[in-house]
């Protein structure tokens, strides 16, 4: 979508809040468009392919990692971007980018390694994924990490304390003042729930830890599904299920268009700052925020609760402890560039590298420290 169709309440690239460090406008692209392709090429999002989201790299090719849900959230959010007259790049590139800064294990590693890092500041996934590209990344002459727009970084930036907002400055000034951020980050966020909704589905049932007949009792799942078996009853149980998800997909999408377009009408915000000064403009209805909010209690309560994510859960925690505690107590075991940063900060250092993990890698940097061999 070219800029000059987009609503006036949209992120316009040309009037960016601009970068940390100036640079020279691209050529041949817009400024959101250039964050995009700083993020895909970065070294964080080729190691998102081996990062989880349930379930550990290892245990099947077919389930969701970090990667391939960062995908399904910037066709989400692109999709919805578009319908609304949003810049779609944008969504994109925040959609890309959220998730730079996760641990491996998903959130069994996070909350590890914030256990960890309890006395020396904690630790959060957003404000370490706003650590990979305004300090982490290594890929340019003229400055530390990806140097983004204001915009992308906001985004990005989708829950903050008080105490780390003021320490972040502008783009954590929202969260002292209660102010949203662009419509464009309203939107993917929403996308990355749908997405991860919905693929757990996917994935639980695919691993067997979800059953068709526990999902049946979900009033979103059940809707879709009674309809796809009305109108193909002889239909395959695994095409009913990609059926129906691509259904729930479906409408989602459609209820978050309607209301967020709802909402913006009523509030008809003028400019973007119009928007950062609203109430959340983009949503759900109440009716599909209920039925979204089931779904989520049902899956915490059945798949992320279930004793075998249970199990490899607390293998991956013990995992990241056990990395953590043997850095801090001897940082000398930590690569040659991380012992430079953990000269200044061990702590914080030690996160990194440990965040920085992929499944794999954690697994085998365990047992490389743990693991005595005949």
Do not use: W
Not at 91 to 106: C, M
Not at 174 to 193: G, H, T
Request: proline share 3%; charged share 30%; glycine share 4%.
């Amino acid at each position: 979508m070219s800029e000059t169709t987009l609503a006036p309440y949209a992120a316009h690239s040309d009037q960016s809040r601009g970068r940390r460090h100036l640079e020279s406008d691209p050529v041949s692209r817009t400024q959101f468009q250039r964050d995009r392709d700083r993020i895909v090429h970065s070294t964080a999002f080729r190691r998102l392919e081996y990062k989880t989201q349930v379930f550990v790299n290892h245990e099947g090719d077919l389930f969701r990692t970090r990667l391939t849900h960062s995908l399904e959230v910037a066709q989400i959010g692109r999709a919805v971007a578009c319908s609304l007259n949003l810049n779609e790049d944008l969504v994109e590139a925040i959609a890309l980018a959220h998730d730079l800064g996760h641990t491996p294990f998903g959130h069994a590693g996070q909350d590890a390694l914030h256990e960890c890092m309890k006395p020396y500041g904690g630790f959060e996934h957003n404000l370490q994924s706003l650590r990979v590209v305004d300090d982490l990344e290594e890929r340019y002459a003229a400055f530390d990490g990806l140097n983004l727009t204001f915009e992308t970084r906001e985004g990005i930036l989708k829950h903050c304390s008080a105490k780390n907002a003021r320490k972040l400055g502008d783009v954590g000034e929202r969260f002292l003042l209660k102010r949203q951020p662009s419509m464009e980050a309203q939107i993917a966020n929403l996308a990355d729930e749908i997405a991860y909704n919905n693929h757990d589905i996917d994935d639980g049932l695919r691993s067997g830890l979800l059953q068709l007949a526990q999902l049946e009792r979900v009033p979103l799942f059940e809707r879709h599904a009674a309809t796809v078996r009305t109108e193909h009853p002889a239909i395959a149980e695994r095409r009913m299920i990609n059926e129906t998800i691509r259904r729930m997909i479906n409408a989602l999408v459609v209820d978050l268009t309607a209301e967020s377009r709802r909402r913006t009408a009523e509030a008809a915000p003028v400019d973007i700052d119009a928007v950062r000064t609203a109430a959340p403009l983009a949503a759900f209805s109440a009716a599909m925020r209920r039925e979204a909010d089931d779904l989520k209690s049902f899956l915490h309560d059945n798949l992320y609760r279930h004793y075998r994510v249970m199990r490899m859960s607390t293998k991956a925690r013990r995992i990241v402890a056990d990395l953590f505690t043997a850095f801090l107590d001897e940082p000398r075991l930590l690569p040659l560039d991380h012992q430079k940063r953990a000269a200044v900060d061990a702590p914080r250092a030690i996160a990194d590298y440990v965040a920085g993990m992929t499944d794999r890698y954690a697994i085998k940097e365990h047992e490389r420290l743990f693991a005595i061999r005949g």
